[in-house]
Antibody, heavy 117, light 107 residues
């Protein structure tokens, strides 16, 4: 049973870089799952950010692609999200998620990130 | 981008009632549609995948149907713990998108 736990700063300033980590437990990150991020804000609802295979192949939402990087760290059994040039519009609860096929059956508890000066 | 429209936005119902929620996609998704339940302060929980298959541990009072562009989630008899927000999500084509949600509230 895959378990996911997000970590990272809860508050950051505009123009900074958001960095979050998702620790995977219960399974190796090298299993053939996709590991990704979804965020939820009052203004935009639930939004898929992107995902990565254990091999390192990644795909991103075109709306965020120019600012997002998702990486896997096999040694630490975790994956990460980096979002550059953040603004108040990036304020949201960020969830790490995992799927074997099309739907996400594993979700972290979520972490609130607030972008404010 | 495939836009998902859920209706209604809010429903006020009583325990024991039957409810049907609607999700319409702007592009066909075959049966690549999932439903999630979200309670305050919690992550979404997978209920239905493949438009009609219940996820592990989901009670059989939850049922999904539809294909193409029109989908429904039916709860045959509302229990107190079912009052929450429900989202549909398509995973047929990237970017994967969600509906805006339907809130079930106690009447």
């Amino acid at each position: 049973q895959v378990q996911l736990q997000e970590s990272g700063p809860g508050l950051m300033k505009p123009s900074g870089t958001l960095s979050l980590t998702c620790a995977v437990s219960g399974e190796s990150i090298s299993i053939p799952n996709l590991w990704g991020w979804v965020r939820q804000s009052p203004g935009k609802g639930l939004e898929w950010i992107g995902e990565i295979y254990h091999s390192g192949y990644s795909t991103y939402n075109p709306s965020l692609k120019s600012r997002v990087t998702i990486l896997v760290d096999k040694a630490k059994n975790q994956f990460s999200l980096k979002l550059i040039s953040v603004t108040a519009a990036d304020t949201a609860v960020y969830y790490c998620v995992s799927r074997q096929s099309g739907y996400w059956n594993y979700w972290g508890q979520g972490i609130l990130v607030t972008v404010s000066s | 981008e495939n836009v998902l429209t859920q209706s209604p936005g809010t429903l006020s119902l009583s325990p024991g009632e039957r409810v049907t929620l609607s999700c319409r996609t702007s592009q066909r998704v075959s049966n690549y549609l999932a439903w999630y339940q979200q309670k305050p302060g919690q992550a979404p929980r997978l209920l239905i995948y493949g438009a009609s298959s219940r996820a592990t541990g989901i009670p059989d009072r939850f049922g999904g149907s539809g294909s193409g562009t029109d989908f429904t989630l039916t709860i045959s008899r509302l229990e107190p713990e079912d009052f929450a927000v429900y989202y549909c999500q398509q995973y047929g084509t990237s970017p994967y998108t969600f509906g805006q949600g339907t809130k079930l509230e106690i009447k």
